[in-house]
């Protein structure tokens, strides 16, 4: 059996106050595998509040660089020293507001590895291109920087989130159908590289996930979790997320 997991991505949503209110609610009620990716400035807070719970916790964005004059980024080897365990890379609004490329998202993966945090590696298509039929071109052109950059070993340890653009944060979700197909074509785009780790590679759906969807959408055999944007925020919905 494949791992589930449910990941929360805050986005540039938080306080101190809010997310201890947050944070004590969920780990209170943990009863699935759970990780919230926070700001970067609240790892510390997450750290303090849930070390020693069931939830983990991850950043949304990682350097590519080792370290130096970068200014404005944060290293994986910095993420680590605070007990980061996920981090979100290639997420679309990284990649339609801060331009970032495939090999850029690939390269990322690579340096959160290198410091044993686990990538959480987001592929998507805008509506657009949906529209076009061009879904499966989008992401597997996607996929396959990832898969150039990373031998079998390294890809062996991230997580993959599909998330179709027009979805995400717009209360549109995909049907459980269109997730599914997805799903199954990334599965099978790793499975030519190597067929273990894709049986074995945790794909979350990510894109409006609410507590009355997620059970739908968890029930496809090729769906193992969810990447929750909105729904993160409020401890009752992800809890209920986690449990579907
Ligand atoms: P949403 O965001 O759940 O608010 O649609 C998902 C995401 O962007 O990861």
Redesign the pocket.
């Known amino acids: 059996m494949r791992q589930k997991l449910v990941i929360g ?1 805050w ?1 540039m949503h938080g306080s101190l106050a809010a997310n201890e209110a947050l944070l004590n609610a969920i780990k209170g009620g943990a009863s699935a595998t759970l990780a919230v990716c926070a700001p970067f400035p609240y790892l510390a807070q997450c750290q303090a509040l849930l070390a020693g719970s069931a939830v983990a916790w991850g950043a949304q964005d990682v350097s590519a660089e080792a370290r130096g004059a970068f200014t404005g980024e944060v290293a994986a080897s910095m993420l680590a020293e605070f007990g980061v365990g996920y981090a979100i890379v290639g ?3 990284r990649r339609t507001y801060h331009q970032e490329a495939d090999g850029t998202v690939a390269a990322k993966a690579l340096r959160a590895l290198e410091f044993g945090i686990t990538p959480v590696i987001c592929v998507g298509e805008t509506l657009a291109e949906r529209e076009a039929g061009q879904t499966e071109a989008v992401v597997a052109r996607q996929l396959q920087a990832v898969l150039d950059a990373l031998s079998v070993e390294q890809l062996g340890r991230v997580v993959l989130a599909y ?1 179709p653009v027009w ?4 209360g549109k979700t995909a049907t459980k159908e269109q997730a599914q197909a997805v799903h199954a074509f990334l599965r099978a785009r790793v499975a030519e590289r190597d067929d273990g780790v894709a049986g074995r590679m945790a794909i979350l759906y ?4 609410k507590p009355d969807n997620a059970a739908d959408l968890f029930s496809m055999p090729d769906i193992d979790g969810g ?5 993160s925020l409020k401890a009752e919905d992800f809890l209920a997320i986690g449990n579907a």
């Open positions: 991505n986005k997420h679309s609004e998330e979805a995400i944060g717009t990510g894109g409006s996930v990447l929750i944007g909105g729904a």
